[in-house]
């Protein structure tokens, strides 16, 4: 079955450190984002792609980083520059922008990350 | 001004009631709008588009007014499995991207 991804499902990182949040699809969209949601609170655009090589800022990009070398994987990397890291990350993907009627974009599964 | 704005609720009915939510939307290039449902500590599924006429799912009827800028969702029979947070979304023309509200939470009791 075709779908997104994500992992780990748990991640802690301590104070200073860099991580790496994986997403992998297989559903062959041309287009993903990164969200991030704090408890009670909506979804956040931290980056996009809509192609292969090519990548976008969202709203909250600083402290953050992404490559897209692959069509199927877009690695979301937090920063010690991120001084609030601890949220659940979303990756999610969609056919192309805008995403089509009844399609919407898929998510994946989330990494909920924690600063210890 | 938020670009897309819900009641976040808590919104507590019985089994088999009906119920509404509204979510205003500020930019008037918004493009297409959907409704999400989230589980606790789940990733969001999508649960409906809004189409410029109306449309019905069921139980779930979605509703567009451009005029005034909102979108509402109407769950008939509500169900206990129909405990979620419901989330607005919409996409923004030359923003390359969707936009959330926050979320209405919504637990239905038996």
């Known amino acids: 079955d075709g779908g997104i991804t994500q992992s780990p499902k748990y991640l802690f990182r301590k104070e200073g450190q860099n991580v790496t949040l994986s997403c992998e699809q297989n559903?062959?969209?041309?287009?993903m984002y990164w969200y991030r949601q704090d408890p009670g609170q909506g979804l956040r655009l931290i980056y996009y792609s809509h192609i292969v090589n090519d990548f976008q800022k969202g709203d909250i990009a600083e402290g953050y980083s992404v490559s897209r070398e692959k069509k199927e994987s877009f690695p979301l990397t937090v920063t010690s520059a991120q001084k609030n890291p601890t949220a659940f990350y979303l990756c999610?993907?969609?056919?192309?922008?805008?995403?089509?009627?009844?399609?919407?974009?898929?998510f994946g599964s989330g990494t909920r990350l924690t600063v210890v | 001004r938020k670009e897309v704005e819900q009641d976040p609720g808590p919104f507590n009915v019985p089994e088999g009631a009906t119920v509404a939510f509204n979510c205003t939307y500020s930019?008037?290039?918004?493009?297409?709008f959907f409704w999400y449902r989230q589980d606790c500590r789940k990733e969001p599924k999508l649960l409906m588009s809004?189409?410029?006429s109306g449309n019905e799912d069921g139980r779930f009827t979605a509703q567009l007014n451009r005029a005034s800028q909102y979108i509402s969702l109407l769950i008939r029979d509500s169900k206990l499995s129909d405990s979620a947070t419901y989330l607005c979304v919409v996409t923004i023309q030359g923003a390359q991207k969707l936009v959330f509200g926050q979320g209405t939470r919504l637990t239905i009791n038996p």
């Open positions: 930019n008037s290039a918004s493009q297409s």
């Open positions: 999610a993907s969609s056919i192309g922008y805008p995403p089509p009627k009844n399609y919407g974009y898929t």
């Open positions: 559903l062959n969209h041309d287009a």
């Open positions: 809004v189409y410029s």
